[in-house]
Structure formats: C-alpha cells, structure tokens
C-alpha cells in the first residue's frame, strides 16, 4: 500500500520527536503545535457504529472502532429507518456531526498498542465543498493533532487530501461508508498526495 500511516519504530521516532518538541516549546507555542481537540474528548460516551475492534487496511492496517456524537448517530438512525429506495434514502449529516475512528496496533489480529483517532467534523453547508463540508483529522489517543515529519495532519486539504480523495468514494452517503464491509477492494494512491 502506497499510503503510510506512522506505525511501528516511526511511533517510536514521533514520540521521541514530539518528546523533544514539547521540552524545546514554551507551553503556550505547545499548545500551538500540537492542538488539542477538545470536541472528541468525550467520544467513548457516544454511539458505537460498532464496538468490536475490526481490522481496517484503510486505516494503516489497525484495528478500528467507530463511534458518533448524538447528533451524527440520529441521522445515520434516521436513514437506516428510511424506506429503500426513497428520497429520504440519503444520508446528510448535520453540521457539528462528530465521528471519531479510534484504532490499535494490529498484533496478530489482536488490539496492541493504542494509535490513532481519525476524526470527521460536519462543517456548515457548502463551508469546504471540496472536502464534503467535513473537517479531517489525525489525533494522537491523547487528542492532540498529529505532527509526523514536520507535517500536520488536519483541516480540508492538503495533509488530509487523501482522506477526501478515498471517502469520496462514499460521496452519495456524504463521504461517510459506515461499514468495515465498504472497504474499497483496492487501494489507490491519490494524485498528489506525495505519500
Ligand atoms: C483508502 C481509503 C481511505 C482512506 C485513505 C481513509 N479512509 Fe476513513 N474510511 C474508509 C473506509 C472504507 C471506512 C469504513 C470502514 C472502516 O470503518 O474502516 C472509513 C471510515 C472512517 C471513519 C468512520 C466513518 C465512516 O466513514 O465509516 C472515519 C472517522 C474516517 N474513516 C476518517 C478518516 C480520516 C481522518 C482519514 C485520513 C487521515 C481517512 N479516514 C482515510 C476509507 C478510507
């Protein structure tokens, strides 16, 4: 697979590297670099889309869970009610919609080391068109934004792009796939990502 998510001995490495960022940064230029996100803090009182750590290829080959905030899981009740094949057949997620992925190491098939939290934040309608009006991000399990290799991995586009170039395959479901069984056969690498 062309896309690299850290793992293994990088883990190792950006933990050393942002060890030694956070002893050089006053703390408020820390608190800068390595934004905390406040809005997930909570995510494991919200809905599970599912609870069982699943293996996810997409998501550097971890183990993965998936949870959303109240407002995120009405929504995706309200259109697993909806008749087949009706208008109301189509996801559209509030704005303030929070679905955090949070992952393991994959040890064998069992959950290792924890990893990343993959964060999707529904932005107001037609705010970043370009990337589903969903905010993207990569959170350290301590909540902080991550920073590996100098780049930070939030926002709408670049860092992020390649989010948005894969779950726009989920675009008629407001990029969102909700199922480990959606997972696309094969994996691309997106234009210009430079992973
Ligand atoms: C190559 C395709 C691909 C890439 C790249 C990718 N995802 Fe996903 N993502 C998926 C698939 C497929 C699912 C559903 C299966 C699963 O749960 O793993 C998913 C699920 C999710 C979910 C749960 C909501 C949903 O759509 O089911 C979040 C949140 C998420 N991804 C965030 C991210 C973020 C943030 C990035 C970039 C850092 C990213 N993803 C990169 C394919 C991708």
Redesign the pocket.
């Known amino acids: 697979m062309r896309?690299r998510f850290p793992s293994g001995p990088r883990i190792m490495r950006v933990a050393a590297l942002l060890l030694a960022a956070s002893a050089a940064l006053a703390p408020s230029a820390r608190g800068q670099e390595l934004k905390k996100l406040d809005f997930i803090q909570d995510y494991l009182k919200w809905s599970a889309?599912y609870r069982d750590p699943?293996f996810?290829a997409?998501?550097g080959k971890r183990l993965?869970r998936?949870y959303m905030n109240p407002p995120a899981w009405a929504e995706w009740q309200r259109y697993q009610k909806a008749p087949e094949g009706s208008q109301a057949k189509l996801l559209a997620f509030p704005p303030g919609s929070l679905?955090?992925?949070d992952s393991w190491e994959n040890l064998n098939g069992k959950p290792g080391a924890r990893a990343y939290l993959?964060?999707?934040r529904k932005e107001a309608a037609n705010a970043k068109p370009d990337a589903g009006d969903w905010y993207?991000?990569?959170a350290t399990p301590d909540f902080r934004v991550l920073k590996w290799e100098g780049r930070i991995?939030e926002g709408y586009a670049g860092n992020?792009q390649?989010?948005i170039?894969?779950?726009r395959?989920?675009e008629g479901n407001d990029?969102?796939?909700?199922?480990?069984d959606?997972?696309?056969k094969q994996?691309?690498k997106?234009a210009g990502s430079g992973y």
């Open positions: 896309m889309l699943v996810s997409t998501h993965v998936t679905i955090v992925k993959f964060v999707m993207w991000a990569i991995f992020v390649y989010c170039n894969c779950h395959l989920a990029f969102f796939f909700g199922s480990p959606k997972l696309p994996e691309e997106p």
